[in-house]
T-cell receptor, first 107, second 112 residues
Framework: GIQVEQSPPDLILQEGANSTLRCNFSDSVNNLQWFHQNPWGQLINLFYIPSGTKQNGRLSATTVATERYSLLYISSSQTTDSGVYFC?????????WGAGTKLIIKP | DGGITQSPKYLFRKEGQNVTLSCEQNLNHDAMYWYRQDPGQGLRLIYY???????QKGDIAEGYSVSREKKESFPLTVTSAQKNPTAFYLC???????????FGQGTRLTVV
């Protein structure tokens, strides 16, 4: 089956720093989503991005489907950005999840 | 407001009991999903349903059961056959099979 790998597994940054999270997948997919899981467990949709680039405030994402990767950029990090970031790819009507990147933003 | 509602937020189960977790959505989505998350881990698919009265097993269906009698509702029963049920359970829905998925706030189940 498809493998989804996220890197880095852990990231600790100071408030105000920028970061790039990566998601690699091993086969062609129909779609890709990025989620943020906050410390209370809530999963928040960030981007639904099968290809191309999208931006939402300080966050942006780029998916290069032909090369089987996606990047999530966080600029000017805030403490509220802390949590776990997951990417999930769609294949055969199911979402296949990466293991996540745990991000800690220090004040 | 449109969304997905899971209840209860916290649930305690005694050994040997069955418990049912509720998931309701008013987004008019066809597909619904149940995931399990253990501490520090990613999400694992338990069951999913593409349409009413139909559902399929995911990767870890043993010890769980579901029903899909209404489009809006997809309850999950954790049976006594599930040997290690303590976990965080998340319900999701999408407008079609694995379109953009939206999640409820989750239920934390603890065996006491």
């Amino acid at each position: 089956g498809i493998q989804v790998e996220q890197s880095p597994p852990d990231l600790i940054l100071q408030e105000g720093a920028n970061s790039t999270l990566r998601c690699n997948f091993s086969d062609s997919v129909n779609n890709l989503q990025w989620f943020h899981q906050n410390p209370w467990g809530q999963l928040i949709n960030l981007f639904y991005i099968p290809s191309g680039t999208k931006q939402n405030g300080r966050l942006s994402a780029t998916t290069v489907a032909t090369e089987r990767y996606s990047l999530l950029y966080i600029s000017s990090s805030q403490t509220t950005d802390s949590g776990v970031y997951f990417c999930a790819v769609e294949r055969d009507y199911q979402l296949i999840w990466g293991a996540g990147t745990k991000l800690i933003i220090k004040p | 407001d449109g969304g997905i509602t899971q209840s209860p937020k916290y649930l305690f189960r005694k050994e040997g009991q069955n418990v049912t977790l509720s998931c309701e959505q008013n987004l008019n989505h066809d597909a619904m999903y149940w995931y399990r998350q253990d501490p520090g881990q990613g999400l694992r698919l338990i069951y999913y349903s593409q349409i009413v009265n139909d559902f399929q097993k995911g990767d870890i269906a043993e010890g769980y059961s579901v029903s899909r009698e209404k489009k809006e509702s997809f309850p999950l029963t954790v049976t006594s056959a599930q040997k290690n049920p303590t976990a965080f359970y998340l319900c999701a829905s999408s407008i079609r099979g694995a379109g953009e998925a939206f999640f409820g706030q989750g239920t934390r189940l603890t065996v006491v």
